[in-house]
């Protein structure tokens, strides 16, 4: 009830407006039509910073700021101007999303969003990151949406922070090639190859294909990866009511396992961020993934729209690694570990989208199923953890016997979930808008401990919700309340075990502004999240865990994107977020929740030279501020408060020919961007200077 308070208080503030104001004339935009797309289509190239439409935020192409919700979208211009080759870093300009676990580089890293840790990723609406899928590459990346708050209702299982969707890029009507090289200090090298190409006369069938290649070194010693991926799309339009899309991606990432350094005695800067203190003869650990995504829709009336798609990920991780355990004075002791790891995962989804009008009210309703199969199958036997097979954090030695693998660590994970889920749209006047989402989700888990022979199951049924109000108090000024539900299946325990899945409620309420014309948008936004059944330790049963926990998470966050004017582009990001234990068997009650800082922010801005000689340059900045933050959950343990500032340049050499210039960490400021406890703290980069080529044929 507490929580219903919250919500309801919050949608009474933004619906204020309406009743004080309902005197009042107020002029408004014509009244958009529901169904047609005005301008930009959701997932087309952005131009320039800001975006007007979302496919995430409703799994349909909405208006922004129709949506009474924070959505906030990265265009892909942000990654080119960074010069980036990871999402992490265009994040950073997305507010209140935080860097968290990297898994020694091997996955996808984890992130946090509104206070809370999630490993949720999606590419064009399906989640990807099931398994030990590897981090995205940014070369088929056309946006990234975020969606702040629970997202259940319309995905499934996640946590109540929020969600990321990469929206790939896709076949285009007029051929073009494109081709960048860069280079960087620390001997990293990188190239892309984009090629469109229409494959009929009549534009009716379009492909394109996308190519990059990595070879990175780093300024930690011994430290190397490598990437290679081929991005194939197609778009066919079989006939004048009836799509056909197909996406597919095949990639190799082989990386040496690096946890970083540890702190000396609970202060960092003592180990030099350079000091590796795995094993070099381990090698590189390879990560092979194949995606395939099928779309296919057909409009059944010029209201209707029935859509089919399926998806398909499928991945095989292996190598070894020797990794560090804890710090004993100067010396961290380690074990020794291989890891075979292989996984597939298959979505298949049929969805009806239509409009119609009742009683005066405008609907947009989306309906569908799902089901999904999953499979991960985990063997990584490892040594017991020894000071005898530890290293000197101040002068390593290499190249100790490996000890023996008396741990055989052998698990078994089956997961299979359908569901049906129900959105409206609703439009009540040319003011009031509203959303109601509801899923209801079947899902059955297995897991097998095939060392012990021991094997537990779980079934659950959820139901998760969406509601939502936005007011559009004058053009330029909508308010809007939202309250949603989030569900996710606690992952297997040390013997194999399954748990109680986690459950999530958020609130929100915030306003949307339209500026400078609709050049400039902006959104602020108040959140209240609450999680329980987080995993803590099982009193009864030392070295086991139940799911008893809880946590908690409030706080504010800004964010705007787009033109200042012809010039000028800007996108940036502030966030205050207080996130905490509530309730928890070993954590102090009160205590911040892991990597989460109370205040943190971006701002980038560039400059482009509208005439004169330097016609078609530009010149830019970018400043990041990360507060201080837990380094160890439940401990005293922190990682310091930090600032980087970056620079950008591009110039013409001729039409076809662009030179571009990146200065990372200007000032050369140490660091330390993520941490999992106090032994695994990876630091940030020191300056570095990129120079790239993008050549258009």
Request: net charge negative.
């Amino acid at each position: 009830m507490r929580s219903v308070r919250y919500w309801l208080t919050g949608l009474a503030w933004s619906c204020a407006p309406v009743v004080a104001g309902a005197e009042g004339n107020v002029e408004l935009d014509a009244l958009t039509v529901i169904g047609e797309s005005m301008g930009e289509e959701a997932g087309e190239q952005i131009r320039g910073y800001r975006a007007s439409r979302s496919a995430a935020a409703t799994r349909t192409d909405t208006d922004i700021r129709d949506v009474p919700q924070s959505v906030e979208v990265v265009p892909a211009q942000v990654i080119e101007d960074l010069n980036a080759t990871r999402i992490d870093r265009a994040l950073d300009f997305a507010g209140g999303v935080s860097r968290q676990n990297n898994f020694g580089g091997l996955t996808f890293l984890n992130y946090s969003v509104r206070g809370f840790t999630t490993g949720e990723l999606y590419r064009n609406g399906f989640a990807i990151n099931r398994g030990s899928y590897s981090a995205p590459d940014v070369a088929s990346i056309e946006r990234l949406e975020v969606l702040k708050g629970p997202a259940a209702s319309l995905y499934g299982r996640g946590d109540p922070g929020g969600m990321v969707n990469i929206v790939s890029k896709v076949p285009q009507a007029e051929a073009f090639s494109q081709l960048k090289l860069s280079a960087g200090r620390w001997d990293r090298y990188r190239s892309s190859l984009d090629v469109n190409t229409p494959l009929s006369d009549d534009g009716r069938v379009l492909s394109r294909v996308i190519l990059a290649v990595e070879d990175n070194h780093s300024f930690r010693d011994h430290v190397e990866a490598d990437r290679q991926v081929v991005t194939p799309s197609l778009r066919w339009q079989l006939g004048d009511d009836t799509r056909l899309t197909l996406d597919a991606e095949f990639s190799r990432a082989e990386s040496v396992f690096d946890r970083g350094i540890p702190a000396v005695g609970g202060k960092m800067g003592a180990v030099s961020p350079s000091t590796y203190l795995g094993e070099p003869n381990d090698g590189q650990i390879r990560n092979d993934n194949q995606l395939l995504q099928l779309s296919l829709e057909h409009d059944l009336s010029r209201d209707w729209t029935l859509r089919l798609a399926s998806h398909y990920n499928q991945g095989h991780l292996n190598g070894n690694s020797s990794e560090t355990v804890a710090l004993t004075g100067h010396q961290v002791s380690r074990f020794y570990r291989q890891r075979d790891f292989e996984w597939n995962d298959s979505i298949t989804r049929a969805e009806l989208l239509g409009y119609f009008d009742t009683a005066g009210i405008s609907h947009e309703l989306l309906a569908g199923v799902e089901y999904e199969n999953y499979r991960n199958s985990q063997k990584y036997p490892q040594s017991a953890t020894s000071l005898g097979y530890g290293l000197d954090v101040f002068a390593p030695v290499y190249g100790q016997a490996k000890p023996a693998l008396t741990r055989p660590n052998d698990f078994f994970e089956r997961s299979e979930s359908q569901a049906l889920n129900l959105q409206d749209q609703l439009v009540f006047t040319e003011r009031l808008r509203g959303l109601l989402g509801m899923r209801f989700e079947h899902y059955r888990q297995t897991a097998q401990n095939r060392a012990s022979g021991i094997s537990t199951r779980q079934r659950h049924d959820a139901l998760t919700q969406r509601a939502g109000l936005l007011y559009q108090l004058t053009p330029e000024v909508g308010l809007f309340a939202n309250g949603s539900t989030s569900f996710k299946p606690n992952g297997m325990g040390a013997q194999g075990q399954v748990f109680e899945p986690e459950e999530g409620v958020g609130y929100e309420t915030g306003i949307k502004l339209d500026l400078l014309g609709g050049r400039l948008g902006a959104s602020v936004a108040l959140f209240h999240i609450d999680k329980k059944n987080v995993l803590t330790a099982d009193p009864a049963n030392p070295g086991d865990s139940i799911a008893a926990g809880k946590a908690r998470s409030r706080g504010l966050d800004l964010q705007l994107s787009g033109q200042l004017n012809d010039a000028v582009r800007l996108i940036g990001a502030y966030a205050y977020i207080d996130a905490e234990v509530t309730e928890d068997n070993t954590l102090p009650i009160g205590s911040d929740l892991l990597g989460i800082p109370r205040h943190s922010g971006s701002l980038m801005a560039v400059y482009a030279f509208q005439d004169g000689a330097l016609h078609g340059a530009d010149l830019g900045a970018a400043v990041h501020y990360v507060g201080e933050r837990s380094g160890q959950a439940g401990s005293d343990f922190r990682l310091p408060a930090y600032t980087t500032v970056d620079l950008l340049a591009h110039y013409p050499l001729s039409d076809e020919l662009l030179l571009g210039l990146n200065l990372n960490n200007l000032f050369d400021r140490h660091y330390y961007e993520r941490a999992y406890n106090s032994v695994w703290v990876m630091p940030g980069e020191p300056r570095n200077l990129s120079v790239s080529l993008t050549l258009n044929l």
